[in-house]
């Protein structure tokens, strides 16, 4: 009898090892893949800047004109 009692407790003590599974195995989930948006602002405010820039330079003209002449000439 006294050998029996540790043989049953350490029987009771293993008992969950001998019956838990086989070896866990996690398999780690790739990363998601993250598409970015093109946006759609941007392309709706570049022809309106352009138009702004022609418009400008229709107005604002060349600036390379010819001198005014002189209302009176010089004698001379």
Do not use: N, W, Y
């Amino acid at each position: 009898m006294k050998i029996t009692a540790p043989i049953l407790a350490l029987s009771l003590a293993f008992a969950p090892m001998a019956h838990a599974g086989g070896p866990v195995v996690i398999e780690e989930e790739g990363q998601p893949e993250v598409i970015a948006e093109k946006p759609a602002s941007s392309i709706g405010i570049l022809p309106l800047l352009l138009g702004v820039v022609v418009l400008c330079a229709i107005a604002c003209g060349g600036g390379d004109d010819d001198p005014a002449p002189d209302p009176q000439p010089v004698p001379g």
